[in-house]
């Protein structure tokens, strides 16, 4: 390999790893905003997910919680990529 796409790589790796800070620090102050969603970044990849206990669990609570994740994760799509892909 060139040293010149050496270079490229660790450049992109560097950027990537600033932007999964980036985004670590942003999921973490938000993640107070909501009743029953939460960010993770699992391997790189900003997710919306929810859970909660079969025992506290029923359709208007679910019906929420699905919203809430479904609302988080079009919000936050948008404010990252500035686009409403689905």
Do not use: C
């Amino acid at each position: 390999m060139s040293e010149l796409l050496r270079n490229f790589s660790v450049l992109i790796k560097n950027e990537f790893m600033e932007f999964i800070k980036t985004m670590q620090q942003i999921a973490d102050e938000s993640n107070a905003d909501f009743v029953h969603s939460k960010f993770v970044i699992p391997d790189g990849f900003l997710k919306v997910e929810s859970t909660t206990y079969v025992d506290n669990a029923n359709p208007s609570m679910l019906k929420e919680m699905i919203l809430e994740v479904a609302q988080r994760a079009d919000e936050w799509e948008l404010k990252i990529t500035g686009q409403d892909i689905n």
